[in-house]
T-cell receptor, first 110, second 122 residues
Framework: KNEVEQSPQNLTAQEGEFITINCSYSVGISALHWLQQHPGGGIVSLFMLSSGKKKHGRLIATINIQEKHSSLHITASHPRDSAVYICAVTPRGSQGNLIFGKGTKLSVKP | DAGVIQSPRHEVTEMGQEVTLRCKPISGHDYLFWYRQTMMRGLELLIYFNNNVPIDDSGMPEDRFSAKMPNASFSTLKIQPSEPRDSAVYFC????????????????????FGPGTRLTVL
């Protein structure tokens, strides 16, 4: 079993829809990260969370430490949001190395 | 700052050849990570350095892989000899000191990724 599991693997949405991507992990962590990888391949950090909720623009990330679960929400989705979204965790006690989920491929249709 | 710089962006080589991938981290960052991404396994940590010292190389697949960081602004990942199963995208990432500051929605532990090197071993 992978230490970081994401669902769904693939997601197709219509422009304007509210999107949720889920991430569950099985190890103790000091932080959880959401990353975005565009078709060109570049990887960008969206959020780093250790508790609660963070918001940036149309993106919201939440984490429940007790349940070892995080969600990434996209409100009013747009075709430019199409990308692979990757959940990653920093194991507790580590110096910042990441363990990654397999990613969720999101396609937003106009 | 130009961000994390990797070279080459694409590399095609034949089995058995030596391959060297290069990375220049963001100035002032004291952690450097090497990752590999494949369709089957996704992103995996290979090795990371702190202040030019290797901290954890448990992700390095085998002795054919080696990584060095001779100074704070340069790191190499070498594969010798290369095999077709080494074909992947190799990413380098760097991170600033924990006592640094970051943007509101990302923290001081945020890693900044290079554009990657797509390696094809024939």
């Amino acid at each position: 079993k992978n230490e970081v599991e994401q669902s769904p693997q693939n997601l197709t949405a219509q422009e304007g829809e509210f999107i949720t991507i889920n991430c569950s992990y099985s190890v103790g962590i000091s932080a959880l990260h959401w990353l975005q990888q565009h078709p060109g391949g570049g990887i960008v950090s969206l959020f780093m969370l250790s508790s609660g909720k963070k918001k940036h623009g149309r993106l919201i990330a939440t984490i429940n430490i007790q349940e070892k679960h995080s969600s990434l929400h996209i409100t009013a989705s747009h075709p430019r949001d199409s990308a692979v979204y990757i959940c990653a965790v920093t194991p507790r006690g580590s110096q910042g190395n990441l363990i990654f989920g397999k990613g969720t491929k999101l396609s937003v249709k106009p | 700052d130009a961000g994390v710089i990797q070279s080459p962006r694409h590399e095609v080589t034949e089995m058995g050849q030596e391959v060297t991938l290069r990375c220049k981290p963001i100035s002032g960052h004291d952690y450097l990570f090497w990752y590999r991404q494949t369709m089957m396994r996704g992103l995996e940590l290979l090795i990371y350095f702190n202040n030019n010292v290797p901290i954890d190389d448990s992700g390095m697949p085998e002795d054919r892989f080696s990584a060095k960081m001779p100074n704070a602004s340069f790191s190499t990942l070498k594969i010798q000899p290369s095999e077709p199963r080494d074909s992947a995208v190799y990413f380098c990432a760097s991170r600033q000191r924990r006592t640094g500051t970051g943007k509101v929605y990302v923290g001081k532990d945020t890693q900044y990724f290079g554009p990657g090197t797509r390696l094809t071993v024939l």
